[in-house]
């Protein structure tokens, strides 16, 4: 019972071992007797005193093994038994009478915690917490129906622990379990009891590792469902290279948990692992969601391109991981790519301009249709860039420079089959560096150093290939299979022979397939994450590495654009030694813009001279043999017949190519000898509404059928395309015109002023109309040669002189310098016709300018049939302003608007310049037009002001 002190104590311990008062208070002297605690009293009866310590010898056993004797402590005090604890001081003074036994005494056990371990001397206090006092106790306490601690835990089923983690785990991995179990309807797993627990765990804290492993192991057969559909639906390479990654990760994932957690200790154990788990699983899962059925493969290479971006500043291993998926999924694009620019061997059947329609990945051949800027169409077959199959986040100017590699490069393989570049051993001997992605900024610099050493190795091949020259016999290029082929080697073999060839192979098949996982990269960075989940997860956020938006010109565009360089350089040397490129577009000068003196001699007088003996066809009368012309000012049917064209412009195409120096040796069908790009004339296509207009033979549009065909050969066609023929063919239209009107002014010129001109009484009128018409029409045709067409020609020639130069060039330094492309040779060649056209004023917005012109010109033909019929002797009545009077008032009015509309012209200080804005190169512009030709017009037609109005 509690001491009378201690009732106030409302923490005081009862001593239980106190006997009852009662018994006290009934038993006389209960303290005492043989029964009595206390053994100190005097008055113990004899029966309890204490023997003798010294007792008489008589009945004592002699000692086998006498001890040494100890001195008996005097006082026969029996310790109180009580239940307080003693101090430090008093164990220290205690004697322990159980250190003598042979065996140490067993320790009870007791709880652990991490104040007793760090501080071992510091005496341990009793548990305060339910939790502490083992799982028996916390499982008892959570089942009771009342729930004291109130984390609703009553109601869940306890199962055994170690079943359950690896049911959990299981789960985590997609497989089904006694626990769980895969629902196709609902495609996500079903526990098979909705409330368990494990001891010494409470409801929630499983339900919440039971839920990040549902989540995880959906996730898991999610991945397991792409990967699969993906190779029997779209089996696209880009798509099987995401399969293949996605299954590998897969793979390592469960080869990783059985080996090294295939018996959890704990559920802990198992929610960090499946944490680590969902992350990687989280990676592919979000990369998976976002693409779609109709996607293409560079649809996905940009998704995984945009995945890796954002796990850039992730964990680690996140971000190593996404490289090497990106690297995978990338790959078979890139193989493309080298095997467009020539560093990779071609596989399959190369693609090649005869096979329209035919597309492999991202280029395509096809027949593509152009528009000018007058509405007509000219189809050209070529290999065209499919821009849709480029991903988005490659530089325009990369991509460019990638297509004109690999086009140029086909015109080399098929056109020299000799050349080094279409060895696959030159190539292959040179080391060409491998398209990659590089992620770090030494991997760049090495990059450099072999692009470097791959362009001297080629350079010194194709030095050594220019000196030997080609005769030796060219092998065939790009051959589809390796040099080294497997041969059948069974017959001619005895018996034993054939014997140990079978005994081989059936030891390498009975070998152990090889892990395919132990030497790939991503399934070691997904196993060293896994192998070890307690190790501190690192952030690639402070690395030193590019810029995402850098990588792909920093990773492709090093060795596209020195594949450009090579193949580019070699190209243009080609095609100005081997195809006489430069003889081609001599032609078109000399011809199609009527740069030859002897030919437009040629061609003037066979289509106007009204002298010569026409060539059209008579009843009953025979030609005379001799020179034949069309006499378009002398005649009054229109159009001449085919036969007529034959027989008028036979032989004139010859004549000027060769020259007149030639006329002696010239054979007599001079027609047999073959032009550059079979040269000849043609008739041109024409709506019926410019056919009406060319039935008039005095009307300004009677020549516009003709034409001049070319075609150029095949190794020209990427420097003359269609596109520049037809801008070829307009300006020889309208310089066919010019011509006529050449002719006109000075006839009308000589009907007037000569003596034997059958024209009497010539008006005042008439005179002036002669003089100023033929000073327009000369001043304009000055223009028109020496300004609007000679100028940018002779630019254009400076610019082909010193191309040939640098070409010429052994210095191997010169090698890797930026050289014009054939592409961009191209584009300077169209632009010199378009500066023609704009000084000829054949542009689309220049056509107002043009038409009044081309009234100028009609009055002009007017005032030369008026002088035709006035020179025969006929009158001109009744036809309103067929007068010379009134012809001449129209011309003079026309000329004035004219200039008035070209001096608005001229004032425009931009004017032409926006054409040529941002179209600089390193060779220089293409053109050397000083100022506005407009105004160089204006200063030759009307110098002195004689057209300008007050």
């Known amino acids: 019972m509690f001491e009378e002190d201690d009732l106030s104590n409302v923490f005081a311990v009862p001593d239980f071992r106190e006997p009852s008062k009662w018994l006290q208070d009934q038993l006389p002297r209960a303290d005492t007797g043989f029964f009595a605690l206390d053994l100190t009293d005097t008055e113990l009866p004899s029966l309890c005193n204490p023997p003798d310590p010294q007792p008489s010898e008589l009945f004592t056993l002699p000692a086998i093994d006498p001890a040494p004797q100890q001195e008996e402590p005097n006082s026969t005090e029996i310790p109180d038994f009580t239940f307080e604890e003693p101090s430090v001081e008093e164990e220290a003074e205690v004697t322990d009478f159980w250190l003598g036994f042979d065996k140490p005494a067993a320790q009870l056990p007791e709880y652990k915690t991490w104040e007793g371990f760090q501080s071992p001397d510091i005496p341990s206090k009793k548990p305060l917490f339910i939790t502490e006092a083992g799982p028996g106790a916390f499982d008892a306490l959570i089942g009771l129906k009342e729930d004291p601690l109130q984390i ?198 190369p693609l090649s301009k005869h096979e329209v329609g035919r597309q492999k990945g991202f280029i395509k051949v096809e027949s593509e249709t152009y528009m000018d800027d007058f509405g007509d169409e000219v189809d050209e077959v070529d290999f065209r860039l499919d821009t849709k199959r480029i991903p988005t986040f490659m530089p325009e100017d990369v991509v460019k420079s990638l297509f004109e590699v690999g086009r140029n490069l086909r015109f080399i393989r098929s056109n020299h089959p000799g050349h080094p570049l279409s060895q ?185 001279d009204p002298d010569l003996e026409t060539a059209e066809r008579q009843s009953g009368v025979a030609h005379q043999g001799g020179v034949m012309g069309l006499r378009l000012s002398g005649r009054d049917t229109w159009p001449p017949a085919s036969s007529e064209l034959r027989l008028a412009l036979m032989g004139v195409l010859t004549e000027s190519y060769e020259g007149p120096l030639h006329e002696d040796s010239r054979p007599r069908d001079a027609e047999k000898n073959e032009l550059p790009g079979d040269l000849s004339f043609g008739v041109r296509s024409l709506s019926n509404e410019e056919i009406d207009k060319c039935m008039d033979p005095t009307g300004l549009e009677a020549l516009d059928f003709l034409r001049l065909s070319y075609k150029p050969p095949a190794a020209l066609g990427a420097i003359i395309t269609p596109v520049i023929l037809v801008q070829y063919d307009r300006v020889f239209k309208l310089l066919l015109r010019v011509l006529r009107m050449q002719y006109t002014v000075n006839r009308i010129f000589r009907d007037v002023t000569a003596r034997e001109s059958g024209w009497q009484d010539v008006e005042d009128v008439s005179i002036r109309f002669c003089f100023e018409a033929r000073h327009f029409i000369s001043s304009l045709s000055s223009y028109i040669f020496d300004i609007g067409i000679e100028i940018p020609w002779q630019a254009f020639e400076k610019l082909l002189s010193q191309i040939e130069i640098d070409l010429g060039a052994e210095d191997q330094s010169t090698f890797s310098t930026a050289v014009l492309s054939p592409d961009r040779l191209r584009e300077h060649h169209s632009q010199v016709l378009d500066r023609i056209m704009l000084a000829l004023l054949l542009r689309k917005r220049q056509q107002p300018v043009l038409k009044l012109l081309d009234d100028i010109f009609r009055v002009v033909l007017k005032f030369a049939q008026y002088s035709r019929l006035q020179n025969a002797g006929r009158k001109a009545h009744g036809q309103g302003g067929t007068t010379a009077k009134g012809l001449y008032k129209m011309f003079k009015r026309n000329v004035e608007v004219f200039l008035a509309v070209c001096k608005g012209l001229s004032e425009k200080g931009d004017y032409g310049m926006k054409d040529t804005a941002g179209e600089k190169s390193t060779l220089g512009r293409v053109d050397a037009l000083e100022g506005n030709p407009i105004a160089q017009l204006i200063l030759k037609l009307d110098m002195s002001g004689f057209y300008s109005k007050a």
């Open 424 to 608: 696959e051993s030159t190539i292959s001997s040179s080391r060409p560096p491998t398209v990659e992605w590089l992620f770090d900024w030494n991997s760049v610099v090495q990059l450099e150093h072999r692009i470097r050493s791959y362009e001297s190795a080629v350079f010194e091949a194709i030095k050594n290939f220019s000196l030997q020259g080609s005769a030796k016999t060219a092998t065939p290029t790009w051959p589809i299979g390796n040099s080294a082929t497997y041969q059948l080697q069974l017959f001619g073999l005895d018996e034993n022979q054939l014997q140990d060839k079978l005994v081989l192979s059936i030891q390498d098949f009975a070998k152990p397939i090889a892990d395919s996982t132990s030497e790939d990269l991503l399934g070691i960075i997904i196993r060293e994450r896994l192998s070890d989940v307690t190790t501190e997860i690192a952030s690639a956020g402070t690395d030193f590495t590019p810029h995402w938006s850098l990588l792909p010109i920093l990773s492709f565009g090093s060795i596209i654009s020195a594949q450009s360089r090579i193949v580019g350089r070699e190209t243009l040397k080609l095609l100005f030694t081997s195809h006489n490129l430069r003889e081609h577009l001599k032609l078109q000068k000399e011809f199609q813009l009527l740069g030859n003196g002897f030919f437009c001699s040629r061609l003037s007088h066979a289509l106007f």
């Open 152 to 349: 609703g835990s009553a109601v869940f089923t306890v199962v055994e622990a170690e079943t359950y983690c690896n049911a959990v785990l299981a789960l985590a991995l997609g497989r089904d379990s006694v626990f769980f179990s895969w629902q196709d309807e609902h495609e996500a797993f079903k526990p098979a009891l909705p409330q368990v627990r494990i001891p010494a765990y409470s409801g929630k804290a499983i339900q919440e590792v039971q839920r990040s492993c549902l989540k995880c192991g959906n996730t898991y057969r999610q991945l397991r469902k792409f990967v699969d559909s993906t190779y029997l639906k779209n089996p696209t390479p880009c798509r099987v290279a995401l399969a293949s990654a996605v299954d590998k990760a897969l793979l390592v994932i469960q080869s990783s948990v059985a080996l090294h957690h295939q018996h959890p200790r704990s559920i802990l154990q198992v929610r960090s692992l499946v944490a680590h788990i969902y992350t990687t699983l989280r990676q592919f899962e979000s990369l998976v969601s976002k693409i779609r059925r109709d996607y293409l493969d560079e649809d996905v290479f940009v998704i995984v391109f945009q995945q890796a971006q954002s796990a850039e500043y992730a964990e680690t291993h996140l971000r190593d991981m996404m490289r090497e998926v990106l690297r995978r999924v990338s790959k078979p694009w890139i193989e493309l790519v080298e095997e467009w620019i020539g560093t990779r061997r071609e596989l399959g059947v």
